[in-house]
């Protein structure tokens, strides 16, 4: 009989990146094509999701099925790496590249993935989206989803032991629980552009055709 895999409900954080609706495949530093997967970054206030009874408690629990009690404290001292990071560490690192980390400052920071759609099937479709009335979100709507928005997710963990140990978080839905401020924000470009003329020709013939 096949082990049923615990789901867990996150707290609700800050959507920072996603792409819940077409995959995202990355490019290793080396040139490497990364395997095409929904994906989706969420930050999280520390105090949500580090001690007792929180996200921190249920990898520490996934951890020790895996791999036994010892495995708690090499958790802890980070010999096995966790889908929970430190957001000031991704601060850093951004910053480095000449990029804004603020939105990462003093937080933790959850990646989760999933290569199935909301079928269940690795193909395209999206993953379970929903909002704050628990109906779903598409493509036709999918505006609704914005980095700064925040959301909770459904997620499952897994351990893997590939060049080093680790516990990874699989996507299996999301959920819109409110609006916030966009991370990343669209100018209007209207101004560029002037109402096009139109003849006196072209004016009677939209008139007699509303007629």
């Known amino acids: ?37 929904y994906k989706i970054e969420v930050a999280f206030d520390r105090d949500d999701v580090e001690g007792e009874g929180t996200l921190e408690d249920a990898l520490i629990d996934a951890v020790v099925a895996e791999w036994g009690e010892a495995a708690e404290q090499q958790f802890l001292d980070g010999k096995i790496r966790s889908c929970l990071i430190d957001g000031d560490e991704l601060k850093a690192r951004r910053e480095e590249k000449g990029k804004s980390g603020d939105a990462y400052s003093g937080k933790m920071v959850m990646r989760a993935s999933t290569k199935f759609n909301k079928h269940g099937m690795d193909a395209p479709g999206g993953v379970q989206v929903y909002d704050e009335d628990v109906q779903e979100i598409g493509p036709a709507t999918r505006d609704q ?64 055709g509303r007629g």
Not at 1 to 29: A, C, N, W
Not at 189 to 206: C, I, M, N, Q, Y
Request: charged share 30%.
């Open 145 to 208: 989803i914005y980095p700064g928005c925040h959301v909770q997710l459904g997620v499952v963990f897994s351990c893997y032991d590939v060049q080093g140990k680790g516990v990874k978080a699989y996507l299996i839905a999301v959920q819109k629980t409110g609006d916030g401020d966009k991370l990343v924000s669209q100018a209007d470009h209207s101004t560029l552009f002037k109402a096009t003329p139109r003849s006196e020709g072209d004016r009677v013939r939209r008139s007699r």
């Open 1 to 37: 009989m096949t082990e049923e895999k615990v789901r867990h409900l996150t707290p609700v954080g800050r959507l920072i990146h996603e792409s819940l609706f077409e995959k995202d495949q990355y490019t290793t530093d080396k040139g490497k094509d990364g395997d095409p997967a």
